[in-house]
């Protein structure tokens, strides 16, 4: 158990539709990341934030967006849903200050997005 | 050509083979992490080097920075370490990049 979690588990949608992805990250981490595993894939860098703020992008669109809580909570928001965006979502945390250092990363159980 | 290859993507092994999984990034990183992903996609750490070795129960992990590589042993390997194994790095401020993962399975 690393104490980050994540919901829904699964999750359903048709294309054109909008969904939230939720991350409570470990207590005490102030920066948490998002990554999308295809199929098949290692997991692809969407984006990080540290103290509520992004810290860095990956090469996804801008209907791939983030917010992050002073709870240290996060959410990710994907718009306008298309058939590739079928996917693993992830979301890690760490306690280091975002690139400044390495850190260990602790990954919640992901959630798996199916769009029909 | 992904910034992070690894080598051997799938492995079948008996119960007891000892094991050697293979990683190679083109820049050079601050960190290497090696991860493992059981079916249903939870990721769990496994790692974390800048250099040398590290040593944890029969998974050892080691790192050559000048050579940009880094190996994932696993001694006496039980059915129960079958995953997907995951090097990841980290090239920059932003989050880490993975390799597509070597596919372990160890047969009784």
């Known amino acids: 158990e690393t104490g980050v979690t994540q919901s829904p588990t699964h999750l359903i949608k048709t294309r054109g539709q909008q969904v939230t992805l939720r991350c409570s990250s470990q207590?005490?981490?102030?920066?948490v990341s998002w990554y999308q595993q295809a199929l098949g894939q290692g997991p692809q860098f969407i984006f990080q934030y540290y103290r509520e703020e992004e810290n860095g992008r990956g090469n996804f669109p801008p209907r791939f967006s983030g917010l992050q809580f002073p709870n240290y909570s996060s959410e990710l928001n994907v718009n306008a849903l298309e058939l590739d965006d079928s996917a693993l979502y992830l979301c890690?945390?760490?306690?280091?200050?975002?690139?400044?250092?390495?850190?260990?990363?602790?990954f919640g159980p992901g959630t798996r997005l199916t769009v029909l | 050509k992904n910034e992070v290859e690894q080598s051997p993507q799938n492995l079948t092994a008996q119960e007891g083979e000892f094991i050697t999984i293979n990683c190679s990034y083109s820049v050079g990183i601050s960190a290497l992490h090696w991860l493992q992903q059981h079916p249903g996609g939870g990721i769990v750490s496994l790692f974390m080097l800048s250099s040398g070795k590290k040593k944890h129960g029969r998974l050892i992990a080691t790192i050559n920075i000048q050579e940009k590589h880094s190996s994932l042993h696993i001694t006496a390997s039980h059915p129960r370490d079958s995953a997907v194994y995951i090097c990841?790095?980290?090239?920059?401020?932003?989050?880490?990049?993975f390799g597509k993962g070597t596919h372990l399975i160890i047969q009784p």
């Open positions: 207590s005490g981490h102030n920066t």
């Open positions: 890690a945390s760490s306690d280091g200050l975002a690139g400044d250092r390495p850190d260990t990363q602790y």
């Open positions: 990841a790095v980290r090239l920059s401020a932003d989050g880490l990049t």
